[in-house]
């Protein structure tokens, strides 16, 4: 067929067609501008010659020159588009035309054309000749394809591979198979059949990638998949691990190992994939993970039992404030450690001015909600290593730490404060009046042996302050004569 268009031009050329259609054209025009060239008027000329360049795409500029080379008339840029010389043969894209007057040379129409495009590749695909090659190819291949189907059909790929060794691959416990350079399966063994629920004979030839069992686990890019990284790389691969779905559904958990095969020269001639089936494994670190997972939900419980034990051994239930124990301990504790560190201590002892009273008029329900009440206004008046403790009755005991003179006199004011103005408020549906408390204050001194005894001075001071009315706070002196805060 190529050979009849070389000698025959069967499938004709675009670049002459071109050319032909030019040829017509400038011929055509040269008519009509010899045929107006002749009016002495040059503006039909110059209407005509504009016309043309602005109606037709393919023209750039048209133009009349005589024969001593004076152009008369010219439309469009044409000494930018001209550029042949006088003697010169028309070129595709510049046409010369002479014009012809009483036997005699007397012009030449010069017309431009636009520059012939290159072929892109949908134009040059569309050429009679190459869409004839491209069918003949098409046609060639899908006929190849039918007759290689046919002839492959009568051929078993599984019986070229010895029985000794196909037996060595079905003894493996795990899964094996080997893939070619293009990922094809040259050999699997009884294990990776059973996962793949193919046959021998039907499984070899096929792409790894499109089994069912890889489906939605490999990588989506098959550059990345682990056998083709192996052969890549020319060096073992060890994938993440992959979750198979095995014969009657069953979740396979297995980790492929890969190594390439190579050739005496180095060169990549497949890979043996090997699937250790974790599945076992993986269960057992299930288990042992749901064990572990539930001895630190206990561990965890346990440790909200003992905090509650804890607060129920050292909280007095009613008012959350330390018990007498727990508060001897602590202040124990902190006297010798303040002691030994040469840092300050301050005691104050309070009671709730005729808590009696509350009980007898009201009940103890109300007597309890006071006492509530207060122990709420003490905590929000306190640090967080403060220590309040319910010490009586109605009597409660706070340590401060690291307090000067003055710092612990305006928390005992604070306190007072509070009292007075909140605590009432906070008994909603009761009115009982104003609540007050007492308060006595002792310091640390060098002379004090026992926390007992910073506790005594500070209730010394308490009693002054009930006798001197109430609702106040003192300090507790040597001269056994507590002072005004």
């Known amino acids: ?192 059949r059973k996962w793949a629920q193919f046959g021998d004979a039907n499984l070899i030839g096929r792409r790894a990638e499109q089994l069912l069992i890889f489906k939605d686990v490999l990588p989506s890019k098959p550059e990345q998949h682990p056998w083709v990284v192996a052969m890549t790389q020319r060096q073992q691969e060890n994938g993440e691990q992959l979750e198979l779905m095995g014969e009657g559904g069953i979740e396979i958990k297995t980790v492929p190992s890969c190594a390439p095969i190579l050739d005496g020269r180095g060169g990549v001639r497949g890979c043996i994939v090997s699937f250790n089936d974790l599945t076992e494994l993986d269960k057992k670190n299930t288990e042992l993970t749901a064990a572990m997972h539930e001895l630190q939900e206990s561990r965890i419980q346990i440790e909200i039992q003992n905090e509650e034990l804890r607060k129920l051994a050292t909280r007095d239930p009613l008012t959350g404030c330390l018990n007498r124990r727990a508060f001897h301990e602590m202040a124990d504790e902190l006297f010798v450690q303040l002691r030994e560190n040469g840092e300050s201590l301050w005691c104050i002892m309070t009671d709730i001015d005729y808590s009696k009273t509350f009980n007898d008029r009201f009940g103890h329900a109300i007597g309890d909600a006071v006492l509530q009440a207060v122990s709420r206004c003490l905590f929000s008046g306190l640090r967080d290593n403060d220590l309040l403790c319910r010490y009586g009755c109605e009597e409660f005991c706070i340590v401060l730490r690291n307090v000067t003179r003055e710092e612990a006199l305006q928390i005992g004011e604070r306190l007072r404060t509070g009292v007075e103005t909140k605590t009432a408020k906070g008994l909603r549906g009761v009115d009982t009046g104003k609540v007050t408390c007492s308060f006595g204050l002792a310091e640390l001194t060098p002379d004090v042996k026992t926390p007992s005894e910073l506790m005594d001075r500070a209730d010394k001071a308490l009693y002054v302050a009930k006798e001197a009315g109430r609702n106040c706070l003192k300090l507790w002196q040597r001269e056994r004569q507590p002072v005004s805060a």
């Open 1 to 192: 067929m190529l050979a009849l268009d070389l000698i025959f031009a069967v499938f004709p050329d675009k670049n002459t067609q071109l050319r032909e259609l030019r040829e017509r054209t400038s011929e055509n025009l040269a008519v009509q501008i010899a045929v107006l060239a002749r009016v002495d008027n040059l503006r039909p000329l110059m209407k005509k010659l504009h016309s043309t360049v602005v109606g037709d795409d393919g023209i750039s500029s048209i133009a009349v020159r005589l024969a001593s080379g004076e152009i008369i008339a010219e439309a469009g840029n044409h000494s930018k588009n001209w550029v042949i010389s006088e003697g010169q043969r028309s070129s595709l894209e510049n046409v010369r035309v002479p014009l012809l007057r009483e036997g005699g040379k007397w012009g030449d129409v010069e017309i431009s054309f636009e520059q012939a495009g290159s072929f892109s590749l949908i134009e040059w695909m569309r050429q009679p000749k190459v869409l004839v090659i491209i069918l003949l190819a098409i046609s060639g291949f899908v006929l190849f394809s039918l007759y290689l189907r046919r002839v492959l059909e009568h051929l078993d790929p599984s019986s070229v591979v010895p029985d000794r060794v196909r037996q060595a691959f079905d003894s493996f416990a795990q899964g094996v198979m080997i893939v070619d350079p293009d990922n094809r399966i040259l050999l699997a063994n009884e294990t990776f």
